[in-house]
């Protein structure tokens, strides 16, 4: 295992109301496929320190690291990494760490993400490895959330959009002027009209908040999606 | 020596002698599971042993609670750095599965619906250490928390859990299981920070 590497913060992104991206210099980084996640260690001057996984945005080699954050009030690092932490402070990182919610050009099934909220973050690292490669197969992307200001990455996803990478939005709460589909959770009829459907076996790669994850992975298998195919990242309570 | 963090402060300073290196309190109950919350018939479910010899001890779901029950206070430690104290589960230890079952090999790979697999060492499934529970806080325990019947291990990172288990297969030496193939530690101690390889 490999220790820990002191980064050090380099620019800092308001992606929603409550969420931002981050890119950490991180020396010695080793780099890391996409979906992967590292270990972040804050250490106060009493040297108290608190850790938390987070799942990595950026991918391919060092040594910068991107990650995004979505404030949890209630938690110790969450408000830190969103509301305090400027370019120039330090922190440590440990990873990459993870092998198996992760995606490689050699892997040459079509692709289905499907995102909650913050739960955009490993599959973004995913688009972003699949546009680098110049991988011919084709992406698609479902992303539900709450308004259009809570997208994190919305210029950067709109900017990768192309015939190879289908994008979808899903509103809960308040659509854009004009949306066609009135604000609502995600159904299995929605996620059937807006994925890649399973005649064509894609591999599908889903992460959010733990209620989302499982009435998408139902509602995928309900479709005929073979479980095996589905791969699930959830986090936070139930 | 750690660099500091300016302005972290550590707000919340969530430390007992009760949780593990590295871990923070939670009072939710995250899930983690690889992939979709497989749908269990407890009127199909069957749970087995099997040793080196070829036997199999096997129960359904009426034979596996028919068997004597223990209530388990126990605090849960999940490798994503979560921690759970003072949680609730009702189960049949494996003690009592293990009555019957004869091996001579010292390790055990645990089986689940859906293909999930973990590696545990025989001894740390024996003498009141883990169990196969189906209730958490007094209700059936829910799918997503690996309903209807769960391996119980607390000494060790929740991931050895396996959620949804339907069978333990003896093994002469310790092979990984799913987690563990996948950068995950082998043994999985929550207070030696055994995390990952």
Redesign the interface.
Do not use: C, I
């Given at each position: 295992?490999t220790d820990?590497l002191?980064g050090t913060v380099t620019d800092v992104r308001t992606e929603t109301p409550t969420g931002r991206s981050l890119t950490i210099t991180v020396d010695g980084w080793p780099g890391n496929l996409a979906g992967q996640h590292l270990?972040l260690?804050?250490?106060?001057?009493d040297?108290?320190?608190?850790?938390?996984?987070y799942s990595i945005a950026s991918v391919g080699d060092g040594p910068a690291v991107q990650l995004a954050v979505d404030k949890i009030t209630t938690?110790?690092v969450s408000?830190?990494l969103v509301d305090?932490?400027?370019p120039g402070?330090?922190?440590?990182v440990r990873g990459p760490?993870?092998?198996?919610?992760v995606w490689t050009p050699e892997d040459t099934r079509p692709i289905q993400l499907i995102a909650g909220g913050s739960g955009i973050v490993p599959l973004i690292a995913m688009a972003r490895a699949h546009a680098a490669s110049g991988s011919i197969v084709p992406f698609r992307l479902l992303y539900s959330v709450r308004s259009p200001q809570d997208r994190f990455f919305a210029d950067e996803i709109a900017a990768l959009e192309s015939d190879l990478f289908r994008v979808d939005y899903v509103y809960t709460r308040s659509a854009p002027e004009g949306w066609a589909t009135p604000p609502g959770r995600v159904t299995p009829e929605r996620i059937s009209a807006a994925t890649i459907p399973v005649s064509e076996t894609p591999g599908v790669f889903v992460c959010g908040p733990?209620g989302f994850?499982?009435t998408v992975?139902?509602a995928?298998?309900d479709l005929g999606h073979e479980?095996?195919s589905?791969?699930?990242e959830?986090?936070?309570?139930? | 020596m750690?660099?500091?963090?300016?302005?972290?402060?550590?707000?919340?300073?969530?430390?007992t002698p009760d949780l593990p290196p590295?871990q923070?309190l939670?009072?939710?109950?995250?899930?983690?599971?690889?992939?979709?919350?497989?749908e269990i018939d407890t009127a199909e479910w069957e749970f087995t042993i099997r040793t080196e010899t070829g036997a199999s001890h096997s129960w359904d779901w009426d034979a596996f609670r028919a068997l004597p029950s223990e209530l388990v206070a126990t605090d849960i430690h999940c490798v994503?750095?979560w921690s759970k104290l003072g949680t609730s589960w009702r189960g049949v230890s494996l003690d009592t599965l293990f009555e019957e079952v004869e091996s001579s090999y010292d390790y055990v790979m645990a089986h689940s619906y859906?293909?999930y697999t973990t590696n545990l060492p025989l001894e740390d499934l024996l003498d009141g250490k883990a169990w196969i529970a189906y209730e958490f806080d007094g209700e059936d325990l829910?799918p997503?928390?690996g309903g209807p019947a769960r391996l119980l291990i607390p000494h060790l990172y929740f991931w050895k859990s396996a959620k949804w288990v339907n069978g333990l297969v003896m093994m002469k030496d310790d092979e990984p299981g799913?987690?563990e193939?996948?950068?995950y530690h082998t043994y999985g101690d929550p207070w030696q920070e055994q995390?990952?390889?």
């Open positions: 295992m820990w002191v270990d260690r804050l250490t106060a001057p040297g108290y320190q608190a850790v938390r996984s938690g110790e408000p830190y305090d932490v400027l402070d330090q922190l440590e760490l993870g092998r198996w919610f733990t994850v499982e992975a139902r995928l298998v479980p095996q589905v791969k699930t959830r986090f936070g309570g139930s | 750690a660099v500091f963090s300016r302005g972290f402060g550590g707000r919340v300073r969530e430390s590295g923070f939670t009072e939710d109950f995250p899930v983690l599971s690889a992939g979709p919350t497989p994503t750095r859906g293909g829910d997503e928390h799913f987690w193939q996948n950068g995390r990952y390889w």
